[in-house]
């Protein structure tokens, strides 16, 4: 067992003994238990060794063979508009227009004349039979007197005739250069689909504002969420400062249970006007990096080259477009001006990641990086290409010359893959997040996450997604870039915490580092792939302490008791090909 890293050599507060340990340790990648002290891991090893470290006040738990890993780390996670979704209408489960109607009717029938009926952001029209958005005349139908905005992920929304008044918006009303206004191609007159924030901010500023309190609330909410799934970290990407302020009031409460890195939202757009307005707010001191807080991190800066489904910028055409002008989409933030607000952020000591789903907008993200090396080096600073779905051959020596960090989301995949199909055809669909791709030809570890809840968030959901390419609605896309489980387990572990400059604090189980732990149902490297989804969190720690039980785990001892004999020659070590499956992920 190694001796304790950083706590000293008093007793643990807390020792876990009979389990499955998964280290994501390279130097130890399998143990048997784990004793903790004053929230970090205090040794790791076998049980004989675990109870030399037993005292008159310490706690010890038996697992009976149950897989322990590291706390799972979402890399690319908007936690507090998840923690909204919660309490907007949920179209998850609607599967024709007339079952969104209904739930749009329902929500208005219970709101008083004039406020707002919104929706939450996890669904796609393709889970309809129709395949389409609910017409803006449809929705004035069901809510004739309610506002109504339904999100689609982060990219689109749907409004009706009161939503449009209400910001002042109308058929007259020219598409900005970086989103568009959808209409009736023989009328001209609005769908009441918007695509791209550009087009809906004007409609998004009518919304009645959240208070700190309304966003702590959301916080706390989702904390509950994010503990049953094992969650325990999150790179929140992209948030303005009273969105980040509520993060910080529920940590000095002592109510946030995952920690959080935040990045700082700007949208220097495509003209100087918007160029300027950026700049003057990055020198207005609103918000300063720190990396010290172990509860919430001001970690980067986020910025959108291209948008999502119908909004990314490509090098060849959409098969299916919303807006023939723009045959290969519309990049959000020009080149000069993505170059000139890199600069001078990196000047200011700051790390930036950047969304690009297009090849073209990866191509523009990269030579911007490239450019701003050029005056300010950012080389092995973790500038990170965020998303990067459609990664092409010729990528690879930009990010690892400049050593350039990648999170990686397969649920998009999973939850909008019959979007894509539809506007950029099977074979540039099946090419989408080529997860083998990442880990075979980037040098830097690569970070796993989910872009929830734009897409599904339940992290073993994601890793099966990963080993099988299964999406929800599109069948299997790009079975070439399946993964095994021991590598999309790194990537939900060590590598989110590489990209998040945590990797000496998080991602491994490892003396001296966060007692964040989470103890599966199964061993997702063991069962059948299919099962993988299946599999629950029964405990997660965080700092130590317990902060989710699943209900029944307890009284389950007896079963486990009998488990745990009936494997009593089984050393609950690594696979064969733990080894392989290391080294194929860069670990």
């Not at 790179?235 to 400062?241: K, M, S, T």
Request: charged share 25%.
């Amino acid at each position: 067992m190694h001796p304790a890293a950083t706590n000293g050599h008093g007793p643990a507060d807390l020792i876990l003994t009979n389990a499955n340990v998964i280290t994501m340790d390279p130097a130890q990648p399998a143990a048997r238990a784990v004793a903790i002290r004053q929230g970090r891991i205090l040794a790791v090893g076998s049980d004989q060794d675990a109870a030399r470290w037993a005292g008159p006040g310490t706690v010890t738990r038996n697992l009976y063979g149950r897989t322990l890993l590291p706390g799972l780390y979402d890399s690319h996670n908007h936690m507090l508009r998840a923690g909204h979704n919660l309490s907007e209408v949920d179209l998850s489960r609607a599967r024709t227009v007339d079952d969104v109607l209904r739930a749009i009717g329902a929500r208005a029938a219970q709101t008083p004349p004039g406020e707002w009926v919104t929706t939450a952001s996890r669904w796609h029209e393709s889970q309809l039979a129709e395949r389409r958005f609910p017409h803006l005349r449809e929705l004035d139908a069901v809510a004739p007197r309610n506002p109504v905005l339904i999100r689609r992920g982060g990219h689109n929304v749907v409004v009706n005739s009161l939503a449009f008044q209400a910001a002042g918006i109308s058929r007259d009303t020219p598409d900005p250069p970086e989103g568009t206004y959808c209409r009736d191609p023989e009328t001209g007159d609005l769908t009441g689909q918007c695509i791209e924030i550009w087009t809906f901010r004007r409609i998004l500023d009518c919304l009645p504002k959240p208070t700190l309190e309304d966003h702590a609330n959301a916080l706390r909410a989702i904390c509950q969420v994010y503990r049953e799934l094992g969650i325990t970290s999150i790179i929140e990407p992209g948030l303005f400062p009273d969105e980040m302020a509520a993060f910080r009031l529920l940590a000095q409460r002592r109510e946030l249970t995952t920690r959080s890195s935040l990045m700082w939202r700007f949208e220097p757009g495509t003209t100087a006007a918007a160029l300027d307005a950026c700049l003057r707010e990055l020198a207005s001191g609103h918000v300063e990096r720190d990396l010290s807080d172990p509860w919430v991190r001001t970690l980067a800066i986020k910025l959108s080259a291209d948008g999502g489904v119908e909004a990314g910028y490509y090098r060849d055409p959409y098969d299916y477009n919303d807006d023939p002008k723009d045959p290969c989409g519309k990049i959000r933030i020009s080149r000069e001006n993505l170059v000139a607000f890199c600069t001078e952020a990196a000047r200011r000591g700051w790390q930036l990641g950047v969304h690009c789903v297009g090849d073209a907008a990866i191509d523009t993200v990269l030579a911007a990086y490239d450019a701003v090396n050029r005056q300010v080096p950012i080389v092995d600073q973790r500038w990170t290409v965020i998303h990067m779905m459609m990664a092409r051959p010729d990528h690879w020596e930009t990010i690892n010359r400049l050593k350039l960090a990648i999170t990686a989301q397969q649920p998009l995949v999973y939850s909008l893959g019959a979007g894509f199909l539809k506007y950029i055809g099977p074979e540039r669909t099946r090419n989408l997040e080529p997860l083998r791709a990442y880990l075979e030809n980037c040098q830097q570890p690569v970070g796993g996450g989910s872009d929830g809840p734009t897409a599904a968030y339940p992290p073993m959901l994601a890793i099966w997604s990963s080993v099988t390419r299964q999406t929800e609605l599109a069948g299997v896309q790009g079975p070439e870039w399946a993964i095994t489980p021991a590598q999309a387990l790194w990537m939900y572990t060590y590598g989110s915490a590489w990209c998040g400059l945590e990797e000496d604090v998080k991602g491994s189980i490892a003396p001296g580092k966060y007692a964040d732990l989470v103890v599966l149902s199964d061993d997702p490297r063991a069962v059948e792939v299919d099962a993988i989804k299946e599999i629950q969190a029964l405990l997660t720690f965080v700092d130590g302490k317990l902060v989710y039980e699943r209900e029944g785990f307890s009284a389950d001892e007896e079963a486990l008791r009998v488990r745990a004999t009936a494997n009593d020659d089984d050393p609950c070590c690594a696979h064969p090909d733990d080894e392989h499956d290391h080294a194929a992920a860069g670990t």
